[in-house]
């Protein structure tokens, strides 16, 4: 004799069993396949927004420039590769124009050299840039140095080489760019600022500052041009394993010299590259594109900005420690 009790539960089971099957799988199946094909459309949107697209890259030479030259072209992209090292960015051309991707589109790189600390320079590559393919379609400002020192010991002009390299060079490029996609009514501008331009941290003070004065003419570029139609995207990513601490600058101006363990166990350039292609074919506004810690710190500096303060007096102290400064 089966209890009622007994006989609920087998009722209850066989029913959570019609709907598992007769519902619930069908419905999860159903699920997925919206979201795999909503994320097959955006993927296809996003290829052929960059498809023939004209891609100005400045910093082409080396590092995440370089990486991203390499997925623009695979995405199909027309390439103008900006630098200061003429043989560094034939080298590069040569390798992305032998590429399947722009053989079977049949897309040179162009490549144009100048210094962005030069603003005359930077004006006339302009006028070069614009010539390579008739126009630009996205100026992606890549190139930048960075700083390690002491606010006390640094000289004013090292301050300033970070900032006309980080910030006056892509202003000046980005305003003679302008006028010709506001002209066509298209554009986009990226610019791939840091996590160092929302937060200060100690001992990166030029760099820091370069960074946050990108992030602010950028965001006010945005709403200015967006009358327009053209888009602004600002990326600041984490530590990313390229030559940057290598090639700072320090409180004397001479070369830094050194990989820091932190950016050798940064992301890989390649990999965000792809994150600065989704990034631009998604036209997304400000993307910040870093782990944990670092994302915790920049929600931390708005929301408790004393508990932030002390942190960063503390990293100072210990660094200060290490180093024997
Ligand atoms: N690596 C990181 O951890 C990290 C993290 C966040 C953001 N970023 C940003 O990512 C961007 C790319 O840096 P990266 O990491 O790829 O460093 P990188 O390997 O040192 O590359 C920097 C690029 O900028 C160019 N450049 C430097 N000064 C220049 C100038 N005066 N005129 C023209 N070009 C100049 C360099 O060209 P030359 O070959 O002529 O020197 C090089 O191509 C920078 O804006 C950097 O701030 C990097």
Redesign the pocket.
Known sequence: MVSAATRRSLLKARAMDLITSAAILPLLFGCVGVFGLFKLLQWLRMRAYVRDAVVVI?????????ECARVFSAAGARLVL????AE?LEELSRELAASPAAQVQAHKPHTVI????DPGATVRAAAQILKCFGHVDVLIN?????YRGTIVDTSLDVDKRVM???YF?PVALTKALLPSMIRRRQGHIVA?????GRIGIPFRSA?AAS?HATQAFFDCLRAEVEQHDIEVTVI????????????AITANGSTYGVTDET?AQ?RS?AEVARDVLAAVGKKKKDVLLAGLAPTSAVYLRTLAPGLFFSLMASRARKERKSKHC
Do not use: M, W
């Open positions: 400045t910093g082409a030479t080396s590092g995440l420039g370089r900006c630098g200061r090292n560094a100048f210094d962005l600390t890549n190139a930048g140095i960075s006309e390299t980080n060079g791939i600022s840091s996590v160092q760099y960074k600041s990513p984490g530590y990313i394993h390229t030559s940057l601490s290598l090639n950016t940064g350039p």
